[in-house]
């Protein structure tokens, strides 16, 4: 038989409210991390989207890539929509979805030659960074705030939209 302890030895007990501010500090700090993280996510997509999205008004063509280096290619521009112009060269951010030789349909960025990849392809492509937020996001949803199926929600979103961008392009 295990003696028992006397009251004074006892080791005291946390009350009930430092546990809940405890929680409750958690719970702030983790969700304004997670907030951030896909603020930034959309941010960062945002740049590119916002061309592609909002296409109306904006110069339509296609950009037969015949030179790439030091992280662009480069081309002649064929106008589709109206009131476009024809160009000798245009600039295209350099990535894995830009092959040297092929043609692309893209969106003049007003005010430059600088183009972006439109359609389908270019959509997705746009809002990789998003993808990217979410599947972080989902890690500090699942470990500091402990919302698992929000986080496997978040993080299917993700790799769904990186697995569309990778199989668009």
């Known amino acids: 038989m295990i003696p028992a302890m006397p009251a004074s030895a006892a080791v005291p007990r946390p009350r009930r409210a430092s546990y809940a501010l405890l929680r409750f500090g958690r719970i702030a700090a983790m969700g304004t991390v997670a ?26 063509g296609t950009v037969e890539v015949t030179r790439c280096g030091d992280g662009s290619c480069s081309g002649p521009y064929a106008p589709v929509s109206a009131g476009s112009r024809e160009r000798e060269q245009v600039v295209l951010e350099d990535s894995v979805a830009v092959a040297e030789g092929r043609t692309y349909s893209v969106v003049v960025k007003p005010g430059s030659d600088e183009v972006v990849r439109s359609g389908p392809a270019g959509v997705l492509y746009a809002w990789v960074p998003l993808g990217g937020a979410l599947l972080l996001a989902s890690v500090v949803v699942a470990g500091g705030l402990r919302r698992t199926r929000t986080a496997w929600a978040m993080a299917g979103a993700g790799v769904a939209l990186l697995t569309a961008a ?4």
Do not use: D, N
């Open 35 to 60: 907030a951030l993280i896909l603020i930034a996510g959309v941010w960062a997509s945002w740049g590119t989207a916002q061309h592609v999205l909002l296409t109306k008004g904006r110069e339509q």
């Open 166 to 169: 990778f199989l668009a392009v």
